[in-house]
């Protein structure tokens, strides 16, 4: 049983439903990414999401495609990036699951990537410009190097294909609370329309999953964690994060924004 899988079973076993931070490595200060998940961890999160920065970040909204300048303006590089997660595995179980496009690991090559990945300590890969039906090449090599890999659920999903997808993904599926990019939002769903989004995932989907894309306080998460089994919360702790002044600020903001949001 693999760490990302323990911890559903542990969140099922005590009722209780996952937090997922995203976070953008060496944003907003060179340096700080390790200090950021050791905060991550401090504050609960039960993963956490590392984003891998890409020059065209096309789910991405404003704030997470400003972070990911500052990250590639401060070096960050995919090597850096595992070894950060390489260094933080001495330290926590976390699962860590990296999110990215896919032209960054074809690039460095499948079989070559997914492999560093894993001995780094990476628990899958979220890579929301390959669909699932393109993504077998990613998909064997994650299997053969031990990483789930997560595709994404929509709201334009049809229920055959929401079945497929949580067939094909490894141990959760990631839902989209909204057509469109990332960024946080003051209310998801119109007129009901996220809760008979995610009513319809629950019947369709026999593993676990998340919602992510908009979420950005509390009464957001209790909302879609009433039908799912966890919430990601991205660009809401970046907006966070980037407005601090210095290191310390940016961890102090972390903590205490993470500690806000609460399922239950």
Same mark, same amino acid.
């Given at each position: 049983?693999?760490?990302?899988?323990?911890?559903?079973?542990?969140?099922?076993?005590?009722?209780?439903?996952?937090?997922?931070? =995203?976070?953008?490595?060496?944003?907003?200060?060179?340096?700080?990414?390790?200090?950021?998940?050791?905060?991550?961890?401090?504050?609960?999160?039960?993963?956490?999401?590392?984003?891998?920065?890409? &020059?065209?970040?096309?789910?991405?909204?404003?704030? *997470?495609?400003?972070?990911?300048?500052?990250?590639?303006?401060?070096?960050?590089?995919?090597?850096?990036?595992?070894? *950060?997660?390489?260094?933080?595995?001495?330290?926590?179980? %976390?699962?860590? %699951?990296?999110?990215? =496009?896919?032209?960054?690991?074809?690039?460095?090559?499948?079989? #070559?990537?997914?492999?560093?990945?894993?001995?780094?300590?990476?628990?899958?890969?979220?890579?929301?410009?390959?669909?699932?039906?393109?993504?077998?090449?990613?998909?064997?090599?994650?299997? &053969?190097?031990?990483?789930?890999?997560?595709?994404?659920?929509?709201?334009?999903?049809?229920?055959?294909?929401?079945?497929?997808?949580?067939?094909?993904?490894?141990?959760?599926? =990631?839902?989209?609370?909204?057509?469109?990019?990332?960024?946080?939002?003051?209310?998801?769903?119109?007129?009901?329309?996220?809760?008979?989004?995610?009513?319809?995932?629950?019947?369709?989907?026999?593993?676990?999953?998340?919602?992510?894309?908009?979420? &950005?306080?509390?009464?957001?998460?209790?909302?879609?964690? #009433?039908?799912?089994?966890?919430?990601?919360?991205?660009?809401?702790?970046?907006?966070? *994060?980037?407005?601090? @002044?210095?290191?310390?600020?940016?961890?102090? @903001?972390?903590?205490?924004?993470?500690? &806000?949001?609460?399922?239950?």
């Amino acid at each position: 049983m693999n760490r990302i899988q323990k911890k559903f079973e542990q969140l099922h076993t005590t009722g209780k439903k996952a937090i997922v931070p =995203y976070i953008t490595p060496e944003f907003p200060f060179k340096g700080i990414t390790l200090d950021l998940l050791r905060a991550c961890k401090e504050a609960g999160a039960d993963m956490v999401e590392v984003g891998i920065p890409f &020059s065209d970040p096309l789910a991405d909204g404003p704030t *997470i495609q400003h972070s990911s300048h500052v990250a590639l303006s401060n070096g960050v590089t995919m090597s850096s990036i595992l070894d *950060i997660v390489r260094e933080f595995r001495r330290q926590s179980e %976390i699962p860590i %699951i990296l999110m990215g =496009y896919v032209n960054p690991m074809f690039r460095r090559g499948y079989e #070559r990537f997914t492999a560093e990945a894993s001995s780094a300590g990476v628990d899958g890969l979220i890579v929301p410009d390959l669909p699932p039906e393109e993504g077998f090449e990613l998909k064997k090599a994650c299997e &053969s190097a031990g990483l789930s890999i997560v595709f994404l659920i929509a709201p334009t999903t049809p229920d055959e294909r929401m079945k497929r997808i949580d067939l094909l993904s490894t141990d959760f599926t =990631y839902c989209v609370s909204v057509t469109g990019v990332t960024g946080s939002r003051e209310s998801i769903g119109t007129n009901g329309s996220l809760d008979r989004f995610l009513q319809r995932v629950r019947l369709n989907v026999k593993k676990p999953f998340v919602v992510g894309f908009g979420i &950005s306080n509390s009464d957001q998460v209790r909302n879609v964690c #009433r039908y799912a089994d966890g919430a990601v919360v991205g660009s809401a702790l970046i907006d966070a *994060i980037g407005k601090a @002044h210095n290191p310390a600020e940016a961890i102090d @903001h972390t903590k205490r924004f993470l500690l &806000s949001l609460s399922p239950s």
